[in-house]
């Protein structure tokens, strides 16, 4: 079976002139078709436009009974290195204390993110930076690896250019997205990663996790045979990172085994290396509804820790106090 596959992607690759980067744009991605929202211009500004009614009704009425205080949402396009025009939500707290850059995961673009992202912001007192890929939500360009990694990179220098300092910024990675938020911790210094359902590396999604002909411990496995062409390389990356970890993944993950969180905190650098946060019976899609309480305690313990440390290390402080904790919002967290 080892050999099958990696003669699969063998011909994968001749069909695409030899190009991973093309092999991985057209497996690695999905984009919702159609988008669940645009953006336009209104009053010299953006603002955001869902697709569907229901959500657009939601919108509106958020929007007129906004209260004093509350969490402002900014949208905003960014230039790519590769020429990708980006979209943006920047969630922003009054009196934040962390920023949170969230790469979300497959299937889904930050317009589906929207309302769970104002809550987590609200209840967790930080403000949340999320990004489309490129050819995802209203973001320009095409999907692929080379791109996701200048998309982030864009909104990296977003937060930098608007006074957001490393000692209070988080990254926070969703299954795919954990490959280019690995990709910048290994770059940028921040004050703490978050990795949910996060894999390996590309080709190891594709390969049973324990024992059988095409297990990792077989010789013809594709990530043998394509060892040097492996796209997000999240086993190497994370050995790079110099702040604090925290994987989170569902015992009955069958779209991203449990095995990936365990081989990348086995090799998280000792000193930067936390539980993990594991939830029994979930799955890819519902790590958040499956113990709401458990999730947020793990990610505010964290957050905490990580914020303490970055003000510790005096490399600037947060941008404001704590928030008092609001309800526990929804997670749309499907399809990554």
Not at 102 to 126: C, K, P, R, T
Not at 254 to 283: C, E, F
Not at 298 to 322: I, M
């Amino acid at each position: 079976m080892g050999c099958v596959m990696s003669t699969a992607i063998g011909c994968l690759l001749c069909n695409n002139r030899c190009s991973i980067d093309r092999v991985v744009s057209q497996f690695a991605f999905f984009p919702p078709s159609p988008a669940s929202y645009t953006m336009e211009a209104h009053e010299g500004k953006l603002r955001i436009r869902f697709c569907d009614p229901e959500m657009a009704a939601a919108h509106e009425n958020l929007q007129r009974n906004a209260a004093g205080g509350a969490v402002r949402v900014d949208c905003a396009r960014v230039e790519t290195s590769r020429g990708s025009s980006v979209a943006l939500l920047h969630f922003v707290h009054p009196a934040a204390r962390a920023t949170l850059l969230w790469s979300h995961g497959n299937a889904m673009d930050i317009g589906e993110m929207y309302f769970f992202l104002l809550g987590l912001a609200a209840q967790m007192g930080v403000s949340v930076l999320a990004y489309d890929y490129s050819g995802y939500g209203a973001s320009s360009g095409a999907p692929s690896e080379a791109n996701c990694y200048a998309d982030i990179q864009a909104a990296h220098d977003y937060l930098r250019s608007r006074g957001v300092d490393s000692s209070s910024l988080l990254l926070y990675g969703q299954s795919v997205g954990s490959a280019p938020s690995l990709w910048l911790a290994a770059r940028c210094a921040v004050a703490g990663v978050v990795l949910h359902t996060p894999l390996m590396s590309g080709l190891r999604v594709l390969i049973p996790p324990h024992g059988g002909c095409c297990s990792l411990s077989g010789c013809c496995n594709p990530v043998c045979v394509y060892s040097l062409c492996d796209p997000f390389p999240n086993l190497a990356r994370i050995k790079k990172v110099r702040s604090p970890v925290l994987l989170l993944h569902g015992t009955h993950d069958s779209t991203v085994d449990k095995s990936h969180t365990d081989g990348l905190y086995a090799r998280v650098p000792q000193q930067h290396r936390r539980p993990p946060y594991i939830v029994p019976g979930a799955n890819h899609d519902n790590l958040v509804e499956a113990n709401p309480d458990g999730y947020f305690d793990a990610l505010e313990a964290f957050l905490s820790e990580a914020v303490a440390q970055g003000r510790g290390a005096g490399r600037g402080a947060p941008s404001g106090a704590e928030a008092p904790l609001a309800p526990v919002p929804t997670s749309p967290m499907a399809r990554s």
